[in-house]
């Protein structure tokens, strides 16, 4: 029998092409048992007609579905669903019963409930998103992107497609980072002291567990970034947050029996400050003084289009106490995961160890593609292009943040993607941003960013990093109008 073409349709939610979309919603018929060996197609002019798309699209999707032998074509006859096309399994399901384990005993540690940053996932259909860290797809250059990761997949770069690395990376990805990144934050590195991370926070999870354990001490900037405060709670060490200024983390706030000072020298995150030089000796001095070592989350300098950034705090570290924590998804996109970790041997040996336990490597296929990226001067071209972008959007908005009198607390030195920024006291950042969430207009409250059970509620952070500059005005209007209702 035919099957009715009334039981066809594309679901509007799916990605890919038609035709793309045309061979997953037959295969998923013919695997879920909905469509039965033997059972006729409609035919590519009648589906065409039904779905709406041209019937070459239609066509091209059974030719791929034949090659894969879901179906078989019968000449004049039509198309078919082949009999060898995978079958639905035949057994049947266990009923859903009571669940019998009592899990509040059967969980040994807890790692959900930490409060974190939340993002609505369809930010971007929000008309003003000030929020930190997401891709701007107007900036990335998406072609060349693309064809570097075509590239990587090409028959030349066939190892590094399929190589299981173990504990090892990509080596152009590794010296490209060697020789080109790093010596622009005045670092000299070799290969055997760069190790590729999932990022800047795995790299942060894995510097914490070979460092820290239970009987050790651990200093992090008030106000900081929640997910290494998790990080460190996870790992069970004593944790001292110490509050920052309008330069940093104070040495002279650290506690003498620290083992580890985490920092965001270059960029305070979430406060923009920048650590002027005298303080960053200083605070090597200090950690010198403790034997402590320093973890130097060393986030956005790309984003420097103001003035050429500081030099990084580890390109003044002469005795290997500074950990460098470099980050390619911020300054690409967050869905990359992509970080590194430099510091001396003896401790890249041991977290490569861990890593290699855990995950073994990033997927080679990614380190290649974004080595091509990097290597063939598209990184490059696309700071300039997004700090030109954000210089004008910055511009725009300390322009409006000031006729309309919001106080900023904090502001990049050297340049960045946001505003700290405070509100009136009194006024709730957290009951705010849920009442602009109605407005389409989205901001991160700061009370999230604080250590401690008394958390400043007045605080927010907007970042222009996501939104056009013809919006930024009417949206920080919005801002001060719910502001100032809520005063």
């Known amino acids: 029998m035919t099957l009715p073409v009334e039981t066809f349709f594309l679901n509007p939610d799916a990605q890919g092409t038609l035709q793309q979309q045309i061979q997953q919603m037959i295969a998923q018929g013919i695997l879920s048992g909905r469509f039965q060996q033997g059972e006729k197609l409609p035919s590519t002019r009648k589906l065409a007609a039904h779905l709406g798309v041209s019937r070459i699209t239609v066509t091209i999707a059974y030719t791929e579905l034949l090659a894969n032998d879901y179906l078989v074509s019968k000449g004049r006859s039509g198309y078919f669903v082949s009999e060898n096309a995978?079958?639905?399994?035949?057994?049947?399901?266990?009923?859903?019963?009571?669940?019998?384990?009592?899990?509040?005993?059967?969980?040994?540690?807890?790692?959900?409930?930490?409060?974190?940053?939340?993002?609505?996932?369809?930010?971007?259909?929000?008309?003003?998103?000030?929020?930190?860290?997401?891709?701007?797809?107007?900036?990335?250059?998406?072609?060349?992107?693309?064809?570097?990761?075509?590239?990587?997949?090409?028959?030349?770069?066939?190892?590094?497609?399929?190589?299981d690395y173990y504990d090892q990376d990509d080596p152009q990805l590794i010296q490209f980072i060697a020789r080109h990144t790093l010596p622009r934050r005045g670092i000299t590195a070799r290969p055997a002291q760069i190790l590729i991370t999932l990022g800047a926070q795995n790299a942060l999870w894995l510097t914490t567990q070979v460092l820290l354990t239970q009987r050790r001490n651990a200093v992090l900037e008030d106000p900081c970034y929640p997910a290494l405060r998790d990080i460190l709670s996870q790992s069970r060490c004593h944790v001292a947050p110490v509050r920052v200024d309008e330069y940093g983390i104070p040495p002279d706030a650290i506690p003498p029996s620290t083992d580890v000072i985490f920092t965001t020298p270059s960029h305070q995150c979430p406060t923009n400050a920048t650590m002027p030089m005298d303080r960053r000796r200083a605070l090597l001095d200090r950690a010198r003084e403790m034997e402590a070592l320093i973890v130097e989350d060393d986030y956005e300098f790309e984003m420097s289009f103001l003035k050429s950034p500081s030099p990084a705090l580890k390109s003044l570290d002469t005795d290997g106490r500074v950990i460098y924590v470099g980050s390619f998804s911020k300054s690409l996109f967050p869905g990359l995961r992509l970080g590194?970790?430099?510091?001396?041997?003896?401790?890249?040996?041991?977290?490569?160890?861990?890593?290699?336990?855990?995950?073994?490597?990033?997927?080679?296929?990614?380190?290649?593609?974004?080595?091509?990226?990097?290597?063939?001067?598209?990184?490059?071209?696309?700071?300039?292009?997004?700090?030109?972008?954000?210089?004008?959007?910055?511009?725009?908005?300390?322009?409006?943040?000031?006729a309309r009198s919001l106080d900023i607390s904090g502001r990049g030195y050297h340049g960045g993607s946001s505003f700290w920024m405070r509100a009136p006291a009194g006024v709730n950042t957290d009951v705010l941003a849920r009442r602009l969430q109605t407005r389409s207009v989205l901001i991160e409250p700061g009370r999230v960013f604080f250590a401690g059970s008394h958390q400043p509620s007045n605080y927010y952070r907007l970042a222009y990093s996501s939104i056009p500059s013809s919006r930024i005005r009417e949206g920080v209007d919005l801002i001060a109008q719910e502001i100032a209702a809520a005063i």
């Open 86 to 163: 995978p079958s639905p399994p035949t057994f049947n399901a266990a009923p859903e019963g009571q669940d019998a384990v009592d899990w509040t005993r059967a969980i040994g540690q807890k790692f959900s409930g930490a409060v974190s940053i939340s993002k609505p996932q369809d930010w971007a259909k929000y008309r003003y998103p000030f929020i930190y860290g997401q891709a701007d797809q107007t900036l990335f250059d998406h072609a060349n992107w693309r064809l570097c990761a075509l590239q990587a997949l090409g028959q030349r770069d066939f190892t590094s497609l399929t190589t």
């Open 340 to 402: 590194y970790l430099v510091g001396s041997e003896p401790f890249i040996r041991e977290a490569r160890a861990l890593r290699a336990s855990v995950l073994r490597h990033p997927p080679g296929h990614i380190q290649r593609t974004a080595a091509y990226f990097l290597s063939l001067g598209h990184y490059d071209a696309l700071i300039r292009r997004m700090g030109a972008a954000l210089q004008e959007r910055r511009h725009v908005m300390e322009t409006a943040l000031a």
